[in-house]
């Protein structure tokens, strides 16, 4: 099946557009095709993260409660060892045992 050109309905197109400027459509379409995609920063993946919407409070009683777990387990560690690495495993106890100090006083502070 031929179709002529005299089938055709005469379409009256309009050809003055010469810039995208005053046409929202063509700068939708511009901006569609031209900009980059805007979307949420990217953020770096991490095997543990902190939710976004915890309290420092919050906060700081996990962080209390892993610096206890932390000083329990070097304690146990340093219980079978001897001389030197003993020495060092229970300086690490000492350690946490004052980084959790320190935390529990922030905590008391809050409280008052």
Same mark, same amino acid.
């Given at each position: 099946m031929n179709i002529s050109s005299k089938d055709l309905p005469d =379409?009256? @197109?309009d050809t003055t557009f010469t810039s995208p400027q005053g046409n929202a459509a063509a700068q939708r379409a511009l901006d569609y095709y031209l900009k980059p995609a805007v979307s949420e920063p990217e953020v770096d993946?991490? #095997? #543990? %993260?902190?939710?976004?919407? =915890? +309290? !420092?409070?919050e906060a700081l009683v996990h962080a209390s409660d892993l610096l206890r777990c932390a000083a329990a387990t070097a304690f146990k560690a340093a219980e079978? *060892?001897? !001389? /030197?690495?003993?020495? *060092? /495993? #229970?300086s690490?106890?000492?350690m946490v045992d004052m980084a959790r /100090? @320190?935390? %529990?006083? +922030? *905590? %008391? !502070?809050?409280e008052t």
């Open positions: =379409l009256q @197109m993946e991490r #095997f #543990f %993260d902190v939710r976004r919407h =915890l +309290s !420092g409070e079978n *060892l001897q !001389g /030197a690495s003993r020495d *060092l /495993a #229970f690490v106890v000492h /100090a @320190m935390v %529990d006083h +922030s *905590l %008391d !502070g809050e």
